[in-house]
């Protein structure tokens, strides 16, 4: 497993959760870290991404000012704390590891397995 994702879980709505992902193997030569989520009938979208080489990092609108994205390079690890829940992020949450922090899902080639957050209102 080249990118395992943890810590989802359930929260009340304006909850907090924060996930994390282990980054290893050959995903922990690429530059970037996006988290992507995925509800129901919906398609997979874009999160948040992060650079490792000089932390830039780029949001959807939809969550920009209530996750943070992070990383702990020593760690190989990249978190996505998200404050302020709605019921509206309820989804399967995925890493994954690209060449850059793209916006984009082709532009990733390693993704982790998924974790659920689940948002009751």
């Known amino acids: 497993v080249q990118l395992q994702a943890s810590g989802g879980g359930s929260a009340q709505a304006g909850g907090s959760l924060r996930l994390s992902c282990l980054v290893s193997?050959?995903?922990?030569?690429?530059?970037?870290v996006g988290w992507f989520r995925q509800a129901p009938g919906k398609e997979r979208e874009f999160v948040a991404a992060i650079s490792w080489s000089d932390g830039n990092i780029r949001y959807a609108d939809s969550v920009k000012g209530r996750f943070t994205i992070s990383r702990d390079n020593p760690k190989n690890t990249v978190y996505l704390s998200m404050n302020s829940l709605k019921s509206e992020d309820t989804a399967v949450y995925y890493c994954a590891a690209g060449p850059n922090n793209s916006r984009l899902r082709g532009e990733y080639d390693y993704w982790g397995q998924g974790t659920q957050v689940t948002v009751s209102s």
């Open positions: 193997g050959r995903a922990s030569l690429k530059n970037g």
